[in-house]
């Protein structure tokens, strides 16, 4: 019985430091996919240096960026 407790007690703390919760931001199409031990956002939103947009996926594991590749668009 100790042992099943605590299987589900493991597959319940995974599940909540692993499962994201998307938002859907209002800027041109950003989702962005947070839980507690990281976050991916998909960018694509209006840029600050006028015409065009940033776009791209940045990658962060427990507050530290791993991988961001968003890059302003002229063109879209």
């Not at 430091?17 to 998307?22: E, F, K, N, T």
């Not at 947009?53 to 991988?67: H, K």
Request: with cysteine; net charge positive; glycine share 6%.
């Amino acid at each position: 019985m100790k042992k099943r407790t605590r299987v589900i007690f493991i597959i319940l703390i995974c599940v909540i430091l692993l499962v994201p919760i998307p938002t859907w931001y209002k800027d041109g199409g950003t989702v962005e996919y947070t839980a507690i031990t990281y976050s991916i956002t998909k960018q694509h939103s209006l840029s600050s240096q006028g015409r065009g947009c940033n776009v791209g996926t940045r990658v962060r594991i427990l507050f530290w960026t791993v991988y961001d590749d968003v890059k302003y668009d002229p063109n879209a």
